[in-house]
């Protein structure tokens, strides 16, 4: 899809090209890609900003694990409405400032930075508490899809035959269902259960695309000469599988998660949004900009925030699997620029002993 | 290759019986439609109870209810097929029926907009690869992907229509409005045409103010009140849209597609601007647009017999394309005359923008309300969302199109064409354009099936009646029987575009054939 070569490259282009991946293993090649795409590497930062935001804000318990959060609220307490200097009278307004100087007070965080909703909860937790939920739901689909995806279609793609055809066909059976339709009917009856389990029985369905992907993949990976090499050695099914093949078919794999993840988020906010995902008392950021979208006019902030969060993240993760794809893609060629091309002339110059 | 196809079918009878089976038992496991009663201290609680299991079959476990579904499914080979009755005793085949013209009108539009400016974006975008343009397009197709539908809606509610409806009570422009409006889109074409520098500078100064003088003389002329083309802006947009479908179709250095185009263009929109509001003025508007439909391609056909003595069929083709366009604006036309007596319909009260529903039912009480006025309403009712869909699924096809033109354009038969000395013109519609558009075809067709099943949401937020209501209700109503039929729908939908897609991609590339291997 995003295949970016260049019309013609010259020579000279190819050696310094050449010079860069010198000794170094396919991995790091492919982090030094990423960690070159721009876009990806700000989305990382920003995502990862993002998770210790989340998760520092609030009391987060992961088992027995308890892990206190700094914010003075919880999302359930609900202190009293704030009532000074807000504009047109609306009450619980945010008092998040950011504008330095220029308004005279600069930067404040103030009592409740994203401002209050209209029985005074205080909003930062509970957009804390959704992106929370939103985050938990999208690394749970995309872990089990990746599982159930990756098996599926390793299976599938390596012994063929009947065990691909009746994989495959069952594969298509889940595939026709859309989305949205299977999301609902899960969501509507086990969304009272609690997020974690709507992940759960989601991903249980969302590996379909991806287990194709592999299927594919293994397919051609397995008629190459290391397999061929490898079963001459006696490896079992299993090594070959597992030791062989899939770390080649790691990028395709990493590539689709992510993108599946993103597709994910927008999933569970969409069911949450329909109320057939995450119910309240709960808290999810679908299910809060359908709690307050009507109050869009004159409380456009419980409308905003939510709304940011989603799309940051999902924004990232769109960024983060465009780069993962850029870099695992053999055929991609980067752009040089003129600082490279001096450089790279430099050394060409000098008789290309010099890095 | 009936033999192929003949499989595929039967291929996708299987998966749509196995898929229908998934979904009906995982509904009706996972639901329990006599929770409700369970619970009721009602002293007929139990006989309900009783009567709902009679009538709704729960004596039998989900998988032998399945067949009983299926045997009313299979009830086409007989003759007698039904999808079963829906809880309040309708038919669901009749409740479908009226739902899915519903949602087609509302996906329809969507996606051919969608198509079309996906498509030009992406081509833009390959052409003028690491430019500026290229990288804003691409973080505007990542934004748009990730980019709730129903959050989208909420800023199109308020910002597209109360505010623009606030806007119309008054329609006067603000300079800061002017300004920004000119400015953005001398940025946006400076981008599209780029160039050497002081070329790019000339385009964004002259695209910038020839906006701002078009906005102010629309406001002068109170056009957003009495929106009309007339005939001064049918000339002018009739030899435009000549100039413009020449170029693309042929180049205008092709003299005779130029005259064709433009004979067709202004006998349609200039010279027959007026006999045209009398045709529009039939009143069988049918049999009406059929004959527009069928003269245009007749006019082409006698406008390349009249100017071009070879090679006559490019010149058809781009003249029956002009005559098309030019009709289409006709109709925009048209409709902009029904703006202002539909305005001023009480129903209406100079609010045209709504935020929800398919059409307004009280129009009529108002007033007499002509084709084009009822066309009219349907048209604004479908404006918010068209345009939430519109931004929600063509930047896939931005993506999608700027990807596959680039690796076409890496092909050694674009080297070739380049090197046989072609202008760059015929090098990129002809050749590279042609090619990027078959895998791209296969694309749209499953994305369209594909938008039915996404419509579900859209519908809940704008307030439509169509599938997506049927859906909900389904799934809100334990309505077992109602929910399989709108997944028959969409999912019948869906592996036939895929099929589809597959015919068209073989008949398309020559390269591939259906059928051969496996």
Redesign the interface.
């Given at each position: 899809?995003?295949?970016?070569?260049e019309?013609m490259p010259g020579d000279k282009e190819d050696a310094i090209r050449n010079k860069e991946t010198e000794g170094l293993s396919q991995s790091q090649i492919v982090f030094r890609r990423f960690v070159r795409h721009r876009?990806a590497m700000i989305s990382v930062f920003v995502l990862l900003a993002i998770f210790i935001l989340v998760f520092s804000a609030l009391d987060f318990s992961l088992g027995p694990i308890q892990i206190p959060g700094w914010w003075k609220f919880s999302y359930l307490d609900t202190p009293e409405l704030r009532f000074e200097d807000c504009p047109g009278g609306v009450t619980g307004c945010p008092t998040l400032d950011m504008i330095p100087f220029l308004d005279g007070d600069g930067v404040v965080v103030g009592q409740h930075p994203f401002g209050q909703d209209n029985i005074g909860r205080d909003y930062f937790a509970l957009v804390m508490r959704g992106t929370q939920r939103s985050l938990q739901v999208m690394i749970i689909i995309g872990f089990i899809a990746a599982v159930i995806g990756t098996v599926v279609g390793a299976i599938a793609g390596y012994f063929r035959g009947w065990i691909d055809a009746l994989l495959m066909?069952?594969t298509?059976?889940?595939i026709?269902?859309?989305a949205?339709?299977?999301g609902?009917?899960?969501g509507?009856?086990?969304g009272n259960l609690g997020a974690i389990f709507l992940a759960f029985y989601l991903g249980l369905f969302a590996w379909t695309g991806l287990s194709r992907l592999v299927r594919g993949e293994f397919l051609t990976l397995r008629e190459r000469e290391f397999v061929d090499a490898a079963r001459v050695a006696g490896a079992s099914n299993r090594r070959i599988i597992f030791k062989h093949i899939l770390p080649n078919a790691i990028g395709v794999i990493i590539v689709a998660v992510t993108l599946l993840m993103?597709g994910a988020i927008?999933l569970e906010?969409?069911l949450s949004?329909?109320g057939?995902g995450v119910t309240s008392p709960d808290v999810s950021l679908?299910l809060i900009?359908?709690q307050y979208?009507e109050s869009?006019?004159t409380r456009p902030w419980l409308?905003w925030w939510p709304?940011v969060f989603?799309?940051t993240i999902?924004?990232c993760i769109?960024?983060i699997g465009?780069g993962l794809r850029d870099a695992f893609d053999p055929r991609q060629r980067r752009?040089l620029s003129l600082k490279d091309k001096l450089s790279g002339k430099r050394a060409a110059d000098v008789g290309g002993s010099t890095k | 290759m009936l033999s192929y196809i003949a499989r595929r079918l039967g291929a996708l009878v299987v998966i749509l019986f196995g898929s229908s089976f998934i979904l009906y038992n995982l509904a009706a496991i996972s639901a329990d439609p006599l929770e409700g009663l369970r619970q009721s201290t009602e002293p007929n609680a139990k006989a309900l109870m009783e009567s709902l299991s009679r009538d709704l079959r729960l004596d039998l476990p989900p998988p032998l209810r399945y067949f009983l579904w299926l045997r009313g499914v299979l009830g086409i080979f007989t003759g007698n097929f039904t999808l079963g009755e829906t809880r309040e005793y309708q038919n669901v085949m009749t409740e479908l029926g009226t739902a899915i013209p519903v949602t087609v009108r509302l996906v329809f539009a969507a996606t051919i907009i969608a198509i079309i400016l996906g498509v030009a974006m992406g081509i833009v975008s390959a052409l003028r690869q690491y430019s500026r343009f290229d990288y804003s397009m691409t973080f505007f197709a990542f934004l748009m992907f990730s980019l709730p539908i129903f959050w989208v809606a909420v800023l199109l509610k308020q910002y597209m229509a109360i505010e623009f409806n606030n806007f119309l009570s008054e329609p006067n422009i603000s300079l800061s409005w002017l300004v920004a409006i000119s400015l953005v889109s001398g940025i946006f074409w400076a981008g599209v045409i780029s160039g050497g520098k002081r070329q790019v500078v000339g385009i964004f100064l002259g695209v910038t103010a020839a906006t701002a003088a078009l906005i102010w003389i629309l406001d002068a002329a109170n056009w957003f009140i009495e929106p009309q083309l007339g005939i001064i802006g049918m000339t002018l947009l009739a030899v435009a849209t000549a100039y413009g479908i020449t170029q693309l179709s042929t180049g205008v250095a092709n003299k005779e597609a130029l005259r064709s185009a433009l004979a067709v263009a202004l006998l349609l929109g200039a010279i027959g601007y007026f006999p045209m509001q009398w045709v529009l003025e039939l009143s069988n508007k049918g049999l009406m647009f059929l004959g527009l439909f069928a003269l245009v391609p007749l006019l082409g056909f006698i406008a390349s017999r009249i100017f071009a003595r070879v090679d006559q069929g490019p010149v058809m083709r781009t003249a029956t394309i002009s005559g098309y366009v030019v009709l289409v604006l006709l109709f925009l036309d048209r409709l902009m005359q029904a703006w202002l007596p539909y305005m001023e319909n009480d129903a209406v009260n100079f609010r045209p923008i709504p935020t929800i529903g398919q059409s307004k039912a009280e129009l009529t009480l108002y007033g007499d309300v002509n084709w084009w006025v009822g066309t009219l309403d349907v048209m604004v009712h479908l404006i918010l969302p068209t345009v939430a869909l519109t931004l929600i699924s063509f930047a896939g096809y931005i993506r999608y199109s700027r990807g596959t033109l680039l690796e076409v354009l890496n092909q050694d038969y674009i080297r070739t064409a380049r090197a046989k000395g072609l202008t760059e013109r015929t090098v990129i519609m002809r050749h590279a354009f042609r090619n990027t558009m078959i895998p791209l075809t296969t694309i749209m067709v499953a994305d369209f099936a594909g938008i039915v099943g996404g419509a579900i949401i859209t519908e809940r937020v704008f307030g439509w009646t169509g599938m997506g209501t049927l859906f909900n209700k389904a799934i809100t109503g334990f309505d077992l029987n109602l929910l399989m039929g709108v997944f028959l729908v969409t999912a019948t939908l869906a592996v036939l575009a895929n099929l589809i897609a597959d015919l068209l991609y073989s008949a398309l590339d020559p390269r591939i054939r259906v059928g051969s291997g496996k």
């Open positions: 899809m995003s295949v970016e070569k019309v876009a066909r069952f298509d059976f889940i026709v269902i859309p949205i339709i299977i609902s009917v899960i509507y009856h086990i993103a927008l906010t969409a949004y329909l057939f679908g900009i359908s979208q869009f006019v409308f709304g989603i799309i999902a924004l769109n960024f465009d752009k | -």
